[in-house]
């Protein structure tokens, strides 16, 4: 809703590094239209507008314009980590404590926006077996938006191993755990609240396995779009406000 009383469409900005739909043939397979473009068409729908933003694109895809009219920020990263400037960085953080949602997808975990506003390494385990190996994502808050019509527990047939330790803060709210082939676990789907804006992370998402495609992943990316949308005016800022005039009389001595 906006300053008027109308409602608007939820405005989401799916970004991807695009890098190894450049590099790889495997994955241009897989993601005809890119790693953003599958994740853009699994979270439009009525209420919500879309587009999509490359590491390539001038400014990185994220000018100030861009980011002043995004709600929700999904973020896909992988291989150029290092490489997207602070200053952009210091933006999309500033953003997130005025209200935008952050969604942020696998390999994104070791991002700089990410690990700026959880405060830690972001560390895990990981390994991807040849042909993937299957992770069983379990819903273990069946209750939150981000399960909604989910299932019980979601099936990748393919998928790479993350497990713990995963070096974040202790989550908001845990929504789903995965278990993989391999014997291991971890915290796949994890809610935070940062200012005013609300960081989902999902981990399900390797490159050469169609996670994506998947329906129930799909659906999981289509709530929390809804989920970490603002739910006020994030033009009400949260710096710091000198209040001239007190609220009640000071009385002196």
Request: proline share 7%; glycine share 10%.
């Amino acid at each position: 809703m906006n300053h008027t009383g109308e409602i608007r469409p939820i405005r989401v900005t799916i970004w991807n590094e695009g890098a190894h739909e450049r590099d790889q043939e495997q994955v241009r397979g897989i993601y005809p239209d890119g790693i953003h473009g599958a994740i853009a068409e699994a979270v439009a729908g009525p209420g919500v507008e879309v587009r999509t933003a490359t590491f390539f694109d001038p400014d990185h895809g994220l000018p100030d314009g861009v980011l002043a009219e995004t709600d929700v920020l999904f973020w896909w990263g992988h291989v150029l980590h290092d490489q997207v400037p602070d200053p952009l960085v210091d933006r999309i953080q500033a953003r997130v404590l005025d209200g935008m949602g952050l969604v942020v997808l696998h390999s994104g975990h070791y991002s700089k926006p990410f690990k700026r506003l959880m405060g830690t390494s972001c560390t895990l385990t990981w390994r991807v077996h040849d042909g993937g190996e299957r992770e069983r994502i379990w819903i273990v808050d069946p209750a939150h938006p981000i399960a909604e019509d989910v299932g019980e527990f979601i099936d990748v047939a393919q998928s790479e191993m993350y497990s713990e330790a995963f070096d974040v803060p202790p989550p908001d709210h845990l929504v789903f755990v995965s278990w993989f082939e391999g014997g291991e676990v971890f915290r796949s789907g994890c809610c935070y609240q940062r200012g005013r804006g609300r960081i989902f992370y999902f981990s399900p998402g390797h490159e050469t396995f169609p996670i994506y495609n998947n329906p129930q992943v799909r659906r999981v990316l289509a709530n929390a779009a809804r989920w970490a949308a603002p739910h006020h005016d994030i033009g009400s800022k949260l710096a710091n406000r000198n209040r001239a005039v007190p609220l009640e009389r000071i009385r002196r001595s």
